[in-house]
């Protein structure tokens, strides 16, 4: 049986490993997150939100993922 | 009574700005927003949650459609860290109006003015419409202004300290000269403090921990909203002057 291939990936600090070629968007959902309620480093630079869909999921990338808490 | 504010080209009604730190339930900070009348509510911009990401969420609870989120740099302690928020915040709500604060060291969250002038600066030019806290220093503020800050918005005590308006002659002199809305930000900690910033004559004022750590807090939200609206038309009607000894309130003629 073939093994999924997967890359390497820090999602929040947190090591992780995701099937090869899936979207940012697909990587929120996998992560059980909805798309249009975070926003999404990769590599320090910020992806539009409407790209998140397009932009692939590259093996060594790293994600910071945010989105509104309470604060004052 | 017409009185609106108007920041950034958005009009308001409400003069009371709140925080949504701090509350025991996203219930009760719900209720307390709600009967603070606040119409914006300032928000922190932090990782989600990815080991349980079912937890309920701010949004689920206090409605960005209804209620103007301000994005806030709380924990920021130079301006790359508060501008790499503001643009994170600005991707996940589209929103440019941002509460900008960068702090000098922790234990008195006191604002850092040069980190904050130069990332004032950069965010403006970035279009971002900073509303900005920072020290009760009046050629600060005019600098800020200067420099695209669309708000100024000193301190009236440390940042969750709840001590009241240490500082009423240099707030004071903030307002008179600011060509942008001033709100005390930080220091209120219950009713009178935040009507002695509004008699001050300030735009508004802004507060998280005053409601958040009162024993009641959807009841102190509701004495906030009242101290507000109370102390702004003390202001409007303007006081009476002040004597150093008694003026008496009945005629004196016709007395028996």
Known sequence: ?72 | MDDQWQVAGRSFTSRLIVGTGKYKSFEQNAAAVEASGAEIVTVAVRRVNISDPNQPMLMDFIDPKKITYLPNTAGCFNAEEAIRTLRLAREAGGWTLVKLEVLGEAKTLYPDMIETLRATEILAKEGFEPMVYCADDPIAAKRLEDLGAVAIMPLGAPIGSGLGLQNQVMIRIIVEQAGVPVLVDAGVGTASDAAVAMELGCDGVLMNTAIAEAKDPVTMARAMKLAVESGRLAYRAGRMGKRRYADPSSPLAGLI
């Open chain 1, 1 to 72: 049986m073939a093994e999924i291939e997967t890359v390497s990936i820090r999602v929040n600090g947190q090591h992780r490993r995701v099937p090869k070629g899936i979207s940012i968007a697909d990587l929120a959902l996998e992560l059980g997150l909805e798309p249009s309620r975070v926003a999404v480093e990769k590599n320090l630079e910020i992806v539009p939100r409407s790209t998140l869909g397009q932009v692939i999921v590259e093996d060594g990338d790293d994600f910071e993922i945010v989105t509104f808490v309470g604060g004052g």
